[in-house]
């Protein structure tokens, strides 16, 4: 019975962790709270940055191929 009550609640446990995802964000837009909005932007510019990197080799790869 255990088991069964935690996957009924699996989609309310993941709805109240996109609201408290939502309610960060909107505190560091709203109070301007530095240390949030930082860390979010790293983690957004290191994906950014292995996304280029990635696209980039695979021009690199496909050129040296033909």
């Known amino acids: 019975m255990f088991r069964k009550n935690i996957s009924d609640m699996k989609p309310t446990l993941f ?26 932007g790293r983690i957004i510019q290191s994906k950014i940055r292995i996304d280029t990197t990635d696209i980039s080799n695979n021009k690199i790869g496909k050129q040296s191929a033909d």
């Open 15 to 40: 709805f109240l962790s996109f609201i408290l995802l939502l309610s960060n964000i909107s505190a560091a837009t709203i109070f301007n709270c530095d240390n949030i909005y930082s860390i979010s």
